[in-house]
Structures are given as C-alpha cells and as structure tokens.
C-alpha cells in the first residue's frame, strides 16, 4: 500500500511540475477553492514578449464541464500578474494568455494549476478535468488535443480517487476513441464498456451513454439493448431521443417534415428544437413553400435564424430561380444578423469572452451582407451591392479573402477608379488576398495611367505591411 501511494504521489507531482516553470506560475502553489490565486506570468522569449498589454483566459473547470473568465494582468517588473478566486466546486484552471489577437498557450499545452484539499492533495476531478481539457474541448480554445496524455491523467485520478472510475468513463471512452485506430479501437472500447456493465444501479444517463458508445463501435445489438433498457427507467427522455432519432434518420423529404413538425410540436423546449426547425424550414425553402416556411419561423424563432433565410436566398440566387425572392430573404436575414449583432437573444457559449462573441456575431453579420450584395450585383444594383459589400468587408475585419476579393471587384467597377485604388490598397495589406486580386488591381493601377512595367514594384510597396504582418506571425 505504502509503495502505491508513492506512485500516486509520484504521478502527481510529476503533472504538477509541467504545471509551472519560469513563464508561469502561481502563489499559493497548493490553491483551495475559494482562496485567491496569484497567477505571475513572464512572457520573455514568448510572442508575447513586447506586448503591451496582457490578459489571462481562464478556463475554470467542474469535473469535465469548463468556463471561462478573463483576467486582466498588470505588469511588475518582468512579469505580468492577475488574481482569481475559483468558487467552491472548482477542480482547477486551464490557462492561455492574449494579447489582442496574438495568444501564448505554453506551445499548444497550456498552463495549468489545480485546486487542493487540507492535505495539499488534488481534489477530485482535478485530473480527470485536465484529461477533459486535452481529450474533450480544448481544442475549441486553441489547445493542441493529446488523448494519450489525457489517458495518463485520468488513470492517475482513478489511482488516487478509485470512487472516481464510475464518474471519469466519458471521457476516457472518449480518449480511447481519439488514440487508437481500426480494430485496437474497437478492442480497446469495448473492453471499458463491459467493465463498465458490471456496475450496479445504472442510471437511465449511463445506460444511454453505454448505447452511445456501443453504437460507435458499430455492435447495434448492444446498442439497442441499452437504449431500451433506458428508456425503461426514463420514458420520457426514451421516447424523446427515440422520435428525434427517427427524425434525423428519415430521408424522404415529406415523411420529415411531417416528423419535425410533431416532434416540436410535443417536445418544444427541447435542446435540439432549433436544429429540428432549421432542417424542416430548409426543405419548405426546396419545396418553395414560402407562407409554411415563415409561419413555421415565426412560431419557433432562434437566435440563428438569419443562417435560414440566408441559406435559402443564397440557393435561389445561385439555381437562378427566383432573385426578387432571393432579395427578400437576404434583406430579412440581414435584419435578423443585424439584431443579433446588438441585441443577442441567444446565449454565450461559456468558452468565449463577450468582445470575441460580438465579434462573431459581426462575422455572421458580414457573411449575410456579402451574400446580400452577390444578389444585387447580379440584379444590377451595382451602388447599393458596393455598399453591403463595405459592409461586408467593415464586419468581417477584412479576414475572409472570399469576400475581400468580391468587394475588390465591385471596387473596381466604380467609377471613382482613385478612391477604389485607394481601398483595394488597404484591402491587399491585411494579407488576405488571393492572385485575382493582384490582377484586378494591376488593370486599375494601368487604367489610371501608369506603366503596367512598374506594377511590381508598386505591388511590393502595397503588400508590405502584409509580409511584415505575416513575419512578426511566425516569430
């Protein structure tokens, strides 16, 4: 027993240790919840290095569940240092740092601490919320996915915590999932699955999640077997799941629809409601069966609603059948993006801060209105297509090429050919542009009177600050 605990101990400190170093690290080192934190952040010889201002994204976890919060630092000396107090039920705390758009995540790994029991202990779920972080959802943050050493730390808590097999099983059948391929895959998985069987008292939730996994591992004998053995003990959630399963699964286009319809009719708080309504309003948009397809809207709106409108515009425009209708589904998603950008009716996904949020909302926004102006180009509206384009262009930072190069087009078919050479100039310094752009602004700049011999030059003037941009990117 003795040599064991050394092994756990051993395990742990050794992840503790790639926890802080030089660039980063906290005080007190052994945290409880509830006690503030002193995070010290050093940025030399990182991107960061001469960055003028600093914050700390903080990823919060509850066992496998993260949320983030910002931490503004201030700077000491050579360090940066901020303060954070996870609330009582917090496992430990992933870290990246930014500064504007410029992130240092420690190489992909990130930093981390954990938060401890009287005995200076990782308190459980500490582990098995890292391993969360490295097999589950730090790669939507920018965390580089590594299930092996996901695999390691929830063997560690099991190690340390055995109460806690029963509670780390999704994720590391999730790992298991990412580490291993074909045959050994199957093997490995269901091996934990049967393990897991033997246990008493599964809940309805374990025994759906057992179906799950059965299912991915392609035994449906199993799968079914589970799934009505839950449905069993939870009827409700059953025949829920059941129904949208039938739903998602049907391919004739009349037979879903009439499924859609009574499944959010009867289950209209669901979480998947949205998803159900988007797919049946995209097939009355096929069907172009205008009056169902508004009515079907406005009795079940979601905050995304505009990506509907805009979707079935951007087919009509694109097939040709109808562009009078196409305008008019555009100019109403643009009205909903355009509400959603100032007053969001949806909520915030817990991993992103509120700035970047609204910036993604701006995104979609910029999205609609470069569909929008592709619309009126076509109808020959050339003036107000320039317009949704400036739009386009303001909301989308200049960061999508696609519509970069429209808006160079539209440019350069204006008659104002200084101010168009002007913008397009601005244009090819974000850096996101492509050889037609190039070329469309090679014809202006000879249009206007000069050498087309002494483009190239002109060319290597323009796309400086993109090359420096893309320079101070790789350092």
Same mark, same amino acid.
């Given at each position: ?42 940025? $030399? ?110 063997? !560690? ?37 049967? $393990? ?52 998602? !699964? ?73 562009? $009078? ?11 909903? $993006? ?122 290597? !003037? ?14």
């Amino acid at each position: 027993m003795k040599s064991r605990l050394l092994l756990v101990l051993s395990l742990v400190v050794s992840t503790w240790a790639q926890a802080q170093n030089s660039t980063f690290s906290i005080k007190p080192t052994n945290p409880q919840a509830g006690q503030e934190v002193n995070i010290l952040y050093n940025p $030399a010889g990182t991107v960061l290095a001469n960055a003028s201002a600093i914050t700390a994204l903080a990823y919060v976890y509850d066992g496998s569940k993260p949320k983030m919060q910002e931490v503004t630092l201030h700077k000491v000396g050579t360090n940066w240092q901020g303060w954070i107090t996870p609330a009582t039920g917090i496992d430990g705390v992933v870290l990246q740092f930014r500064s504007e758009d410029v992130y240092e995540n420690n190489g992909g790994k990130g930093y981390n601490f954990f938060l401890h029991t009287a005995k200076k202990q990782p308190v459980p779920d500490a582990l098995h919320g890292l391993a969360a972080a490295y097999i589950e959802w730090g790669a939507t943050v920018g965390i580089n996915p590594n299930p092996v050493a996901g695999l390691k730390l929830i063997e !560690q808590e099991v190690t340390q915590y055995p109460h806690q097999a029963r509670a780390v099983i999704n994720t590391k059948l999730n790992g298991l999932s990412a580490a291993y391929d074909g045959e050994e895959r199957k093997q490995q998985m269901a091996a934990e699955l049967e $393990a897991f069987t033997q246990y008493k008292g599964l809940s309805g939730k374990e025994l759906r999640m057992l179906a799950t996994f059965y299912h991915a591992i392609g035994n449906s004998d199993k799968a079914a077997d589970y799934n009505s053995r839950a449905k069993v003990l939870d009827p409700k959630v059953g025949t829920e799941n059941e129904r949208l399963d039938f739903f998602n !699964q049907e391919k004739n286009p009349d037979k879903r629809i009439a499924l859609g319809l009574a499944f959010v009719k009867d289950y209209p708080i669901h979480t998947e409601v949205a998803n159900v309504v988007s797919s049946v309003a995209s097939l009355y948009a096929k069907k172009q069966k205008w009056v169902e397809f508004e009515n079907l809207l406005k009795q079940y709106p979601f905050a995304n609603m505009f990506e509907v409108y805009i979707a079935a515009a951007q087919s009509l425009h694109e097939t040709g059948q109808n562009n $009078a209708k196409a305008k008019e589904l555009a100019w109403k998603a643009y009205q909903l $993006a355009m509400n959603e950008v100032n007053e969001p009716t949806g909520a915030k996904d817990n991993l992103i801060t509120s700035a970047d949020w609204r910036t993604k909302r701006e995104n979609s926004l910029g999205e609609v209105a470069n569909v929008c102006a592709a619309i009126l180009i076509k109808e020959g509206d050339k003036a107000t297509a320039t317009k949704y384009m400036a739009k386009a262009y303001q909301y989308t930072r200049g960061m999508n090429s696609s519509i970069n190069e429209r808006y160079v087009q539209v440019l350069a078919a204006s008659p104002n050919k200084a101010e168009a050479q002007k913008t397009i100039e601005s244009i090819v310094a974000t850096g996101n542009t492509n050889s037609k752009v190039k070329q469309v602004l090679k014809d202006l700049y000879v249009s206007t009177g000069n050498s087309a011999a002494s483009f190239d030059a002109y060319w290597i !003037q323009v796309e400086a600050p993109a090359r420096e941009k893309m320079k101070t990117a790789l350092q």
